[in-house]
């Protein structure tokens, strides 16, 4: 039988022209913006290519159905999550056996016995009421964006995305006859909040470039072109969202850009009331704003003079920032990433040395004075761990405890409710996770050097001074991931590296029980905590943004090197993965050091840069231009010309690539899925692939979703089995310690 043949895109004479040049580009023919359906040219040929990768990843086959069942054993498919308190009723979902969705059930609240029933709901004295069924809807790709009950707990509003564009539709159920009312809200954002009366309900839609911009205001039982618009965003860097505040007196509108943001406000007691301007924009000044007591938590940047941000509090009636006073120490290596109050205490979360801190605090409500004699932070034993925030309807304003997930890459995600005054903690559930010791595994942090040149230099560099107050850390913090008796610190072990390095993100090391599939055939798996991202801090960020971009991939070469001089493993037996704006990296890495790896898996990649920043059409282009830097600036053109993986593929890639996954979904509204079209038929066009290459090139994209992948939870337990299994099968090909396709122990 032949080897499948590679199947190269036609090319086709199209010239971008940027800044008085000519960019040839043979395969913007790929690019089809019309929503659904593409061009049949276009289906003929994806549809190719994911039959040439399907072809090639027969023989491993059934190693994808053993990721599979392996990944399905590790979960407890009949469970149930700990229940939201929403007034006078506990909303929890569950899940049954074979069933590829959440049910949202309900039960009234007891508040005599309230944590014996956050711990069990299921043992509540009151009886199950079903209010949201997502098995019972027949579309192939499904996903929930609102959920949310309004005050009265009589009608539930609730949001579908049913393509994986993240348009949705907006419906309203009646939750004493289970019926769905008339009204409904067309292809907008996916969040909705309620007014305090509940007859109207806020939500935003999006402009051509789905960009939410607008604020409407739905009155309940009118038709939706008879909604009022409260608010119009003109600026096309920024886009609008809506909150609500913790105490539910008000909700915020946040106008935000990359660099700077606005927050108007509204009493939602008040069906008259008009939004308030809280601070007026000005350019480089982020805050975000809370209600506490009598005034306002707000937490700034101050104009990126306290990068890190400081906390603040101002009155109700004065909320300009000449009226913000510091209420604690400004700290320049810890990062304030938000803040959780509550009527008697407050919360706030923390970012240093790549973990998060929660620190309590008690504010006086009248003037928000901290005691911080009183304060105090949260201690957790494990060197590496991931905290998760549980805001808004997780958590009791009134009550003296705080409801967070708590997890690392050896423990299983833990919800834990911890009270104020006995500081001490409460495990409300531990999900349970079936065929898994985990003694068998462990975690080790490693630190690897930052090349000195990239670091910042604010003395003879003026765009540096934001860094004079917060200076950027001078090493690279990696997570490695193990099993206990396969780790041999010798080379020999295949690992996974993984990076993002963008928007400020933290890769937080949280537990995923399918990397167990990984560990169990010897691999390691480490994530750099690389510059871009927020592991670090602000400074960590701005290092990595911009005309510092560049850092983040020197980052990830460093300490893809540096793991290999620790003999965590040998670059004949590293694979590296990244995704989305992660894509980018694993594209840019290999144009610049491809022999360092043996095989690569760029996820929704998003590689075709100069293009997708010169076109304002886009979604989220010109709000990116805070990220990347506006390329209408002949400055910030070149620079992202000179990384764009698009753009730098090297002529000899052929005889240098090492072998290639590429994944993207036809839907994707954030990496359109002709960006890694494009770049694997430029790949392929060198040769990338084809006979006589050092590698594989293969190209999966799902036709029916967006950047998430597949929506139900066994569709994307499958989905992330091949790649595993391209991962593993491929892998074999190459490992020293004669390990095949099998687990090298068992449990």
């Not at 023919?29 to 019309?34: E, I, P, T, V, Y």
């Not at 607008?214 to 860097?237: P, Q």
Request: charged letters at 25%; aromatic letters at 12%; hydrophobic letters at 35%.
């Amino acid at each position: 039988m032949s080897a499948p043949t590679p199947p190269l895109a036609k090319k086709v004479d199209y010239v971008h022209k940027f800044h008085e040049r000519e960019f040839p580009d043979p395969y913007q023919w790929l690019r089809d913006d019309a929503k659904g359906t593409k061009r049949a040219d276009i289906v003929d040929h994806l549809t190719s290519e994911n039959n040439y990768a399907r072809g090639k990843m027969a023989p491993y086959a059934e190693l994808k159905e053993t990721l599979y069942n392996e990944f399905l054993s590790r979960i407890q498919e009949d469970d149930t999550d700990v229940p939201l308190v929403k007034g006078s009723y506990l909303y929890y979902k569950r899940t049954e056996k074979g069933k590829q969705y959440p049910i949202w059930c309900r039960r009234v609240a007891d508040t005599d016995r309230l944590v014996d029933d956050l711990r069990d709901v299921n043992g509540s004295r009151h009886p199950e009421e079903i209010v949201l069924d997502l098995n019972l809807f027949e579309h192939k790709y499904l996903e929930l964006g609102a959920f949310t009950p309004e005050p009265t707990n009589k009608i539930l509003a609730y949001a579908l995305d049913t393509s994986g564009n993240e348009y949705y539709d907006v419906y309203f159920r009646d939750l004493s006859t289970g019926k769905d009312l008339p009204d409904v809200l067309r292809q907008v954002d996916s969040g909705v909040t309620w007014s305090h009366d509940s007859k109207s309900v806020y939500y935003t839609k999006y402009d051509d470039s789905q960009r939410p911009y607008r604020i409407f205001k739905h009155i309940m039982g009118a038709a939706e072109e008879e909604d009022v618009m409260l608010y119009e965003e003109t600026d096309e860097k920024f886009r609008v969202d809506l909150t609500t505040s913790n105490s539910k007196r008000f909700i915020f509108v946040q106008l935000e850009s990359g660099l700077t943001n606005e927050i108007r406000f509204i009493d939602s007691k008040d069906p008259t009331a008009s939004l308030q301007v809280f601070q007026p924009r000005i350019h480089e000044l982020k805050y975000d704003v809370e209600h506490f007591g009598d005034g306002f938590i707000v937490l700034t940047n101050d104009g990126r003079e306290h990068i890190n941000n400081r906390i603040c509090w101002c009155p109700i009636d004065a909320t300009g920032r000449e009226n913000w006073k510091e209420i604690a120490p400004y700290d320049p290596y810890t990062h304030l990433i938000g803040v959780e109050p509550f009527q008697n205490f407050l919360a706030v979360y923390e970012k240093n040395d790549g973990l998060t801190k929660i620190h309590i605090h008690y504010p006086n409500a009248a003037t928000g004075a901290i005691d911080t004699s009183k304060s105090y932070r949260l201690q957790f034993e494990e060197e590496v761990y991931a905290i998760q925030p549980l805001s808004g309807s997780n958590q009791i304003y009134a009550s003296s405890s705080i409801r967070f997930a708590y997890s690392s890459p050896v423990t299983p995600r833990t919800v834990y409710l911890h009270n104020i005054e006995s500081h001490s903690d409460v495990v409300l559930k531990r999900t349970p996770v079936p065929n898994y010791d985990p003694t068998l595994y462990g975690v080790l942090r490693l630190s690897a050097p930052v090349d000195p040149a990239t670091l910042p230099d604010p003395e003879h560099n003026p765009d540096d001074k934001v860094f004079v107050k917060t200076p950027v850390q001078d090493t690279v913090p990696i997570s490695v991931v193990y099993r206990k008796d396969n780790f041999r610190r010798d080379g020999t072990n295949p690992c996974l590296l993984y990076g993002y390095g963008s928007y400020g993100i933290s890769m937080d090391m949280a537990f995923r029980s399918d990397v167990i599939s990984y560990l169990d055939r010897g691999f390691t798996r480490v994530v750099c905590h690389i510059r871009g991202g927020g592991d670090n801090g602000k400074s960590w960020y701005e290092n990595g943004r911009f005309l510092h971009k560049k850092n983040t991939f020197v980052d990830f070469i460093a300490s893809a090197e540096h793991i290999i001089k620790e003999k965590i493993t040998s670059s004949d037996i590293l694979a590296i993965e990244g995704r989305s704006a992660g894509g980018m990296l694993m594209g840019a890495v290999l144009n610049m050091r491809p022999e360092l790896f043996r095989l690569a898996i760029a996820g929704v990649p998003f590689v075709d840069v100069v293009n997708t920043m010169m076109d304002a059409s886009i979604p989220l282009t010109v709000n990116e231009y805070e990220e990347w830097g506006n390329p209408n600036d002949i400055k910030f053109f070149n620079y992202m010309l000179s990384y764009s993986p698009y753009n730098n593929v090297p002529v000899d890639a052929k005889s240098r690539f090492p072998d290639i996954l590429v994944q993207a979904g036809i839907n994707d509204p954030r990496v359109a899925y002709w960006e890694p079209s494009k770049w694997v038929a430029k790949m392929r066009e060198l040769g990338v692939g084809g006979p006589g290459s050092r590698g594989d090139l293969l190209y999966l994209i799902e036709m029916g979703s967006g950047h998430f992948g597949n929506s139900g939870r066994y569709e994307y337990l499958r989905y992330t089995a091949e790649y595993y299994a391209f991962t593993i099968g491929y892998m074999s090909k190459y490992r020293k310690d004669g390990v095949g396709l099998e687990k090298t122990s068992k449990i």
